[in-house]
T-cell receptor, first 111, second 123 residues
Framework: QKEVEQNSGPLSVPEGAIASLNCTYS??????FFWYRQYSGKSPELIMF????GDKEDGRFTAQLNKASQYVSLLIRDSQPSDSATYLC???????????FGRGTSLIVHP | GAVVSQHPSWVICKSGTSVKIECRSL??????MFWYRQFPKQSLMLMAT?????????EQGVEKDKFLINHASLTLSTLTVTSAHPEDSSFYIC???????????????????FGPGTRLTVL
């Protein structure tokens, strides 16, 4: 059974700090990795995806992938109160169109 | 970016009635659409996957006769909750992907985009 694990949190960080969100997965055949942000009462929105080992940066967001350790993370630099949301990690195996979602980590950025 | 719309955004209905939710891809053709349900403070639960022109594939435990899914065109999928009951009250979210059969770089970068969701309350 494919599993995607995230700490439910909440993770609380001060404004301006770096928030680090982590995700582990069980399926070694996973090829694509996605981070979604979900505000309370809203649907998820894609932040970024990564599929190669290493770092991928997009603005204040950096995704880090380590396939050997089956670990993907999302770093948010200069965190803002508007970043307060639940962050969902999604993992997809090769040959599949259906990702497996983690339960999400709640992030609170306090002023 | 790819835009997916849902209608209605919220609906309140009486127990026993049926409710239809529409999901549209506005600026791309969606080969596959997904329907999710999310209860408060819980994770997304995939209900079914539908491909244009074929029957939907339902996840284990999801009643296909209760949750009717139709994917009649490359831009429209509908979810009908039949004979709704209070326990069906939830946040229903669709998502869509543009790709068909993919390989290599296209396969790994294939992404699904979510609609804004429909909040269903059954009295």
């Amino acid at each position: 059974q494919k599993e995607v694990e995230q700490n439910s949190g909440p993770l609380s960080v001060p404004e301006g700090a770096i928030a680090s969100l982590n995700c582990t997965y069980s399926d070694r055949g996973s090829q694509s990795f996605f981070w979604y942000r979900q505000y309370s009462g809203k649907s998820p929105e894609l932040i970024m995806f990564i599929y190669s080992n290493g770092d991928k940066e997009d603005g204040r967001f950096t995704a880090q992938l380590n396939k050997a350790s089956q670990y993907v993370s999302l770093l948010i630099r200069d965190s803002q109160p508007s970043d307060s949301a639940t962050y969902l990690c999604a993992v997809r195996a090769g040959g599949s169109y259906i990702p497996t979602f983690g339960r999400g980590t709640s992030l609170i950025v306090h002023p | 970016g790819a835009v997916v719309s849902q209608h209605p955004s919220w609906v309140i209905c009486k127990s026993g009635t049926s409710v239809k939710i529409e999901c549209r891809s506005l600026d791309f053709q969606a080969t596959t659409m997904f329907w999710y349900r999310q209860f408060p403070k819980q994770s997304l639960m995939l209900m079914a996957t539908s491909n244009e022109g074929s029957k939907a594939t339902y996840e284990q435990g999801v009643e296909k006769d209760k949750f009717l899914i139709n994917h009649a065109s490359l831009t429209l999928s509908t979810l009908t909750v039949t004979s709704a009951h209070p326990e069906d009250s939830s946040f229903y979210i669709c998502s869509a992907r543009a790709g068909g059969s993919l390989a290599g770089e296209e396969e790994v970068t294939d992404t699904q985009y979510f609609g804004p969701g429909t909040r269903l309350t059954v009295l």
